[in-house]
């Protein structure tokens, strides 16, 4: 992780920023670069009682001067402002991370996700929040049937909607609808939004047990097929994920969305690789590639490498995700 240079936006080092999802797997490493950076921090929380949630954080350095930590349940608007009142920053994370089938995805992905950034948005509108940077998804941006065949999927595509729908896909369903509601809102009210996009995000982890896509690799590395082809197109470490947010943050001048990913793929090389990195894994090969349109590039973010981001090579990411898994049992 490159080193920060300070940013341009008037949003310093030592002011109060709150950190939605705070607990989670990019949110634990976000909120610790903030308090390298000697920000103060508002973390959010699912359950105060939970040390699974608490205890990492509270563990990092600055935490006991410069972090509290709030309960907060995304759709209770009563909840979500004591964290966000006072603050100079919002980073709006928390959004269900649910990448298995769902029964009822209205209720367990659609409106947490939407309502939950909307009520995060109000609560930042109305608390006079200078700067509000969200995570959104790479799955916000494909499939998209109407890209140019010989570009490099950027920052102006968006997932269709009804294909992601057809596929059941209530993830990716969900990260679209709360990306398109935040532009709504933050045009609407004048709120200064600004939005990256991961890819697959790896690397180690600082919470006690794996998420989301941590799980997904271990998946892979157990030999399992995942239908991952109409929507991903490359991975990121989460260190530089944390690295973009602050980088976004503190530029005044980058707007609009980001996409943020160290190179763009398709899926059978990111299983070669796994599979050519851990040949002791029984990592499935993919025999026929059906991702014809995901153009290659060795720099996708453009727009974050300007500002100074610099991205950890796939093959140290996968290492150190592999390692951190080792170290805690979990593979």
């Not at 080092?13 to 508002?42: I, N, P």
């Not at 896509?213 to 944390?242: H, I, T």
């Amino acid at each position: 992780m490159a080193f920060l240079a300070g940013g341009d936006s008037g949003c310093a080092r030592g002011e109060l920023v709150c950190v939605t999802g705070g607990s989670g797997f990019v949110g634990s490493w976000l909120v610790r670069l903030l308090l390298e950076r000697g920000y103060t921090v508002h973390a959010t929380v699912q359950n105060l009682q939970d040390e699974g949630e608490t205890k990492h954080l509270q563990a990092l350095d600055g935490a006991v001067t410069r972090l509290r930590l709030f309960q907060m349940d995304l759709l209770d608007p009563a909840s979500v402002r004591p964290a966000i009142e006072g603050v100079h920053g919002v980073f709006h994370l928390a959004s269900p991370v649910i990448l298995q089938p769902t029964q009822d995805p209205e209720n367990e992905l659609l409106l947490p996700a939407v309502n939950g950034a909307l009520n995060v948005l109000r609560a930042a509108k109305n608390g006079g929040v200078k700067r509000v940077v969200m995570v959104s998804s790479q799955t916000a941006m494909c499939p998209n049937p109407d890209w140019p065949a010989d570009k490099v999927i950027d920052d102006d595509s968006w997932a269709d909607l009804e294909i992601l729908k057809k596929l059941e896909l209530w993830y990716n369903v969900s990260k679209t609808l709360a990306e398109k509601v935040a532009w709504d809102f933050a045009g609407e009210e004048g709120l200064q939004l600004v939005v990256l996009n991961p890819g697959l995000v790896l690397g180690p982890t600082l919470t006690p047990a794996p998420t989301g896509s941590l799980r997904l690799l271990m998946l892979l590395l157990e030999g399992q097929k995942l239908d991952m082809e109409p929507f991903f197109f490359g991975c990121v470490d989460v260190r530089d994920v944390a690295q973009s947010l602050v980088v976004l943050y503190e530029n005044q001048s980058a707007q609009g969305r980001h996409l943020c990913m160290e190179s763009a793929v398709r899926l059978v090389d990111f299983h070669h690789e796994l599979a050519n990195l851990y040949p002791e894994f029984p990592v499935h090969r993919i025999q026929e590639d059906k991702q014809g349109w995901v153009v290659r590039s060795k720099a996708p973010s453009k727009k974050l490498i300007d500002l100074g981001v610099r991205f950890t090579p796939f093959e140290k990411t996968v290492r150190d995700t592999v390692d951190c898994l080792r170290s805690k049992g979990e593979i």
